[in-house]
């Protein structure tokens, strides 16, 4: 228990508040797909809603804190804008419901009936990363700044916390999605090297179609299986024990064509 003497009573309000929001208990309402930002609730403070099997990509920069802001403000500038501009715009040109920025990463989370979508916007960042990201901050800072990917999907609770907007004068609130998949994909980032996308198994088996689990047969007509299982046993950071990851990247000659392929899965998809 915190004394009166112990921290300065406005500061202490705050805190009995939020002990007593706690207190009075969650109510917890069902929704079959992620909403839109409007409806998500700040005002009610014991409501969350629970969506199952949200999709998670996480993309992220290696060796970003090779970039100064104090030295190399234009340089560092442009390569965060180049990052996470084109990550926010193209998540959102795949239709992602939901798109945030996370330090120096950007994550979209997907419904349960897109994990093709998902893979689709995954796998076209990171063939954006490779062609013109890294080569283009190559040239600008001499520095190798990187990219790796996540992506994972599990049951989330989401609600805003912070103030309701009163008379738009405040804008001070943000989502809080609560479970595995945001958490989880970021891990499987950070274990990934440059070019490599880590997905989770429970992930990986809803993307079953061969335009995904195999090559074109570029360069010599022979389709190739293009993932390698990861074992995460031994990790206890991850709730659950594997792991495929993919090095390749879109076809530059089938790529687009294997593109649209992929996006129209989903239509038929049941998961």
């Known amino acids: 228990m915190i004394s009166e003497t112990q921290?300065?009573?406005?500061?202490?309000?705050?805190?009995?508040?939020?002990?007593?929001?706690?207190?009075?208990?969650?109510?917890?309402t069902q929704r079959n797909q992620i909403p839109d930002t409007t409806d998500i609730p700040i005002q009610n403070q014991r409501n969350w809603l629970r969506i199952p099997d949200v999709i998670c990509v996480f993309v992220d920069m290696i060796g970003s804190t090779l970039l100064s802001a104090e030295n190399q403000d234009n340089m560092t500038a442009g390569a965060y804008q180049l990052f996470s501009g084109t990550g926010v715009r193209l998540f959102s040109a795949f239709e992602s419901p939901y798109i945030d920025i996370s330090g120096d990463g950007v994550f979209a989370l997907f419904d349960k009936d897109q994990p093709y979508r998902a893979i689709a916007a995954a796998v076209?960042?990171?063939?954006?990363?490779?062609?013109?990201?890294?080569?283009r901050i190559k040239d600008m800072t001499d520095e190798n700044i990187g990219c790796h990917i996540g992506i994972d999907m599990k049951t989330v609770l989401v609600r805003k916390l912070g103030f309701k907007r009163d008379r738009g004068r405040t804008d001070?609130?943000?989502?809080?999605?609560?479970?595995?998949?945001?958490?989880?994909?970021?891990?499987?980032?950070?274990?990934?090297?440059?070019?490599?996308?880590?997905?989770?198994?429970?992930?990986?088996?809803?993307?079953?179609?061969?335009?995904?689990?195999?090559?074109?047969?570029?360069?010599?007509?022979?389709?190739a299986y293009l993932w390698e299982k990861v074992d995460l046993s031994s990790n206890n950071e991850f709730d659950f024990n594997s792991a495929e990851k993919l090095k390749s990247q879109w076809c530059e000659k089938h790529g687009a064509q294997y593109c649209e392929e992929i996006l129209k899965l989903d239509k038929n998809d049941e998961i």
């Open 172 to 223: 001070r609130q943000n989502e809080v999605w609560a479970g595995k998949p945001v958490n989880m994909s970021s891990k499987l980032a950070s274990l990934a090297s440059d070019e490599e996308l880590l997905v989770s198994d429970r992930f990986f088996c809803k993307i079953t179609d061969e335009h995904v689990r195999y090559s074109c047969g570029c360069p010599n007509g022979n389709k």
């Open 124 to 135: 076209t960042f990171k063939t954006f990363a490779k062609e013109e990201f890294v080569p």
């Open 7 to 28: 921290i300065p009573e406005i500061f202490r309000e705050v805190i009995t508040d939020q002990i007593q929001i706690y207190e009075s208990g969650r109510s917890i």
